[in-house]
Structure formats: structure tokens, C-alpha cells
């Protein structure tokens, strides 16, 4: 974008969703192809997105695969082609499924960690933790039964 222009609502758009997901420990670039899929009515090719967001390919090859790996995005290879085309996926029930069930495997861990303490400190800790992210499971379980129920109350109406 040349200095002294304005930013137009889908550019605004897109580097908003590049922040939110910095914000999250993904790389800037992630969350603005996820920007871009959300806003795209048909799946797009790693060249479209490049293209459109300024990126390299590869940085859009590593995009989309951080993107399929929390189930934000579908890649979709195209019969005998070796072009592939990229959609998003169902959004924030997918974002939290998949963060739900990274939670889970890290309360495992943490339990395997806990047997390798005495009482102490440290086991105290790990307690504390695992609360915290099964807390954090319990209130995302709640949140997706809700947004479920909303979904299907949505569709019967």
C-alpha cells in the first residue's frame, strides 16, 4: 500500500485477523490468509493468495499448512493437477476444537509430570496448572454445546 492511501475495509480486514492470530503465537502471515479465506466465496489457489497478500509462496504453503493443522482451513487438491485450492473452514468451532484437544494433551502430560514429583512445590504446581487447563476445557466444552445449540436453534427457525 503506497504511503498516503487508506486502507479499505478487506486490507483492514485482513491485517485484523493477522494481529488477533499474532496475538495467539502464529505468525502474522497465517492470520492474514485466514483473513483472506474467510472474506474468499470460493476456495483460492496458493498463487491467488500470494499474489493478493503480497506474500511468497512459501510463506503461504507454511501458512495454510498451520492453518489445516488447527482446522481452519481445508486444502483441496485438484484431480490430476498439481494445483491445490485452499478454503476456511467452519471457524471458531473448529479453532476450538482444536485448541481443545491440544489442552487435553497437554493436561496428560502434565499428569505424567506429576507423577514424577513428591508433595512439594512442584507437584503443587502442576495441580494448579492442570486446574487451569481443565478449567479452561470445561468453559470451552460449555461455550461449544452452546454455540451448537444456537447453530442448530438458528437453522430450525
Known amino acids: 500500500m503506497e504511503a498516503g492511501t487508506a486502507m479499505s475495509g478487506r486490507e483492514a480486514f485482513i491485517t485484523s485477523v493477522g494481529d488477533l492470530?499474532?496475538?495467539?503465537?502464529?505468525?502474522?502471515?497465517?492470520?492474514r490468509v485466514?483473513?483472506?479465506?474467510?472474506?474468499s466465496e470460493e476456495p483460492i489457489s496458493l498463487d491467488t493468495i500470494a499474489a493478493e497478500l503480497g506474500l511468497s509462496k512459501g510463506a503461504v504453503s507454511t501458512a495454510v499448512r498451520q492453518l489445516a493443522s488447527w482446522g481452519l482451513a481445508k486444502?483441496?487438491?485438484?484431480p490430476g493437477s498439481r494445483r491445490l485450492l485452499i478454503e476456511a473452514t467452519g471457524g471458531i468451532e473448529s479453532l476450538l476444537e482444536a485448541s481443545q484437544a491440544r489442552a487435553r494433551t497437554l493436561i496428560a502430560a502434565l499428569r505424567e509430570g506429576q507423577d514424577l514429583v513428591d508433595a512439594g512445590p512442584a507437584r503443587e504446581r502442576l495441580h494448579e496448572v492442570i486446574g487451569l487447563f481443565a478449567g479452561y476445557v470445561e468453559v470451552g466444552n460449555q461455550l461449544l454445546s452452546s454455540?451448537?445449540?444456537?447453530?442448530?436453534?438458528?437453522?430450525a427457525t
Do not use: F, I, K
Not at 485466514?34 to 472474506?39: A, E, M, P, V
Not at 454455540?147 to 437453522?155: K, L, P
Open 147 to 155: 454455540y451448537r445449540r444456537q447453530r442448530a436453534e438458528d437453522s
Open 75 to 78: 486444502v483441496m487438491p485438484q
Open 34 to 39: 485466514y483473513g483472506l479465506l474467510l472474506l
Open 21 to 31: 492470530l499474532a496475538a495467539w503465537n502464529l505468525p502474522h502471515a497465517t492470520g
